[in-house]
């Protein structure tokens, strides 16, 4: 493992591409995944034109996203627990 890590940053100074052959992938997209990406985005456009509407769902599960971006928000903005690191600012 250590001599993979050491050969990767060796050939990282000479060539960028070239950790793509120790690793088998290739960066950005392909053409494969813009066409998948490209038919994601129409079959999102077109299939609500085509299907029938469908009724509200209940109201409990209209209150799911808000009950988890409440709890995001708690932990955001929750103090951290620092018991034992105690600051001192001298000038």
């Not at 813009?34 to 599960?61: C, D, E, K, N």
């Not at 708690?74 to 600012?89: D, I, Q, R, T, Y």
């Amino acid at each position: 493992m250590i001599r993979v890590l050491t050969t990767i940053t060796r050939s990282e100074e000479k060539n960028d591409c070239t950790m793509a052959k120790y690793f088998g992938a290739s960066f950005g997209f392909g053409i494969g995944g813009l066409l998948l990406l490209a038919a994601l985005a129409a079959s999102m456009v077109v299939l609500p034109l085509m299907l029938p509407p469908l009724p509200p769902p209940p109201l409990v599960l209209m209150f799911f996203p808000v009950g988890i971006m409440a709890a995001l928000m708690f932990l955001a903005f929750s103090p951290a627990e620092a018991v034992g690191n105690a600051v001192s600012h001298t000038v």
